[in-house]
């Protein structure tokens, strides 16, 4: 089976904030805007931000919400400092392991969101 993309739903309860804090503060372009649910273009795919969802004011557990949107860089510290002039908290600025760095933050429903430096030795890691 040859898949076309791959997209992913992110059902929320802060809808009209998660909308603003990807399209704003992420500054993902928007591919469809409707109604009920927004569509963000992401390489090779999509997120859709959803109405329906059920929010809470600090990161969610995994038992809440097993999912972690990661969003990988070139330069962790650049786009760190990027986002927390656009406001963003970072709860943990650098992370390092043996396959990389990540920072973590959450949108306004308290879905985890982490920014990924990756090395060759991640289990993500795309070579050219």
Known sequence: MQFREFG???FVERYEECISFYRN???LKVRNDKETLV???ISNGYLMVENGGVGSKKEKSRDRNPTVLRFDVDSLTTAV???ESRGVIFSQR???FDWGS???FNDPDGNRIELGEL???SGSFLEN
């Open 8 to 10: 992913l739903i992110l």
């Open 25 to 27: 503060i992420l500054r």
């Open 39 to 41: 569509s963000f273009e």
């Open 81 to 83: 400092n990027e986002l």
């Open 94 to 96: 650098s992370l390092k």
């Open 102 to 104: 990540i920072a973590v």
């Open 119 to 121: 090395n060759s030795s």
